[in-house]
């Protein structure tokens, strides 16, 4: 295989411990559509769209605290669904 691109040293430290061109091409394209990113034009290389969806990864800012809630609220969901016996 070919070696996987090294990300921008601009990016945040924690950000470039994510190897975006280990996903595949298809998983790439799908990101790219459900985040509405600009069309590269047709048929991009995957080394195109791996540095569309680092950049707009790098871009997105996170509420930690929404997202924790968010996670332990589906948790608690998750855990009541099997103690009545659901799935």
Same mark, same amino acid.
């Given at each position: +295989? ?16 994510? $190897? ?18 600009? %069309?590269? +034009?047709? $048929?991009?290389?995957? !080394? ?14 996170? %509420? ?18 099997? !103690?009545? +016996? +659901? !799935?």
């Amino acid at each position: +295989g070919r070696a996987p691109c090294a990300p921008p040293p601009t990016l945040p430290p924690h950000l470039q411990r994510i $190897n975006f061109s280990r996903l595949e091409t298809a998983a790439l394209k799908r990101y790219r559509r459900f985040y509405k990113l600009p %069309d590269p +034009g047709p $048929n991009p290389s995957k !080394e195109a769209l791996t540095a569309a969806v680092r950049a707009h990864f790098a871009s997105v800012t996170v %509420d930690e605290t929404k997202v924790i809630t968010m996670f332990v609220a589906a948790a608690r969901r998750a855990a009541s669904s099997v !103690e009545a +016996g +659901g !799935e």
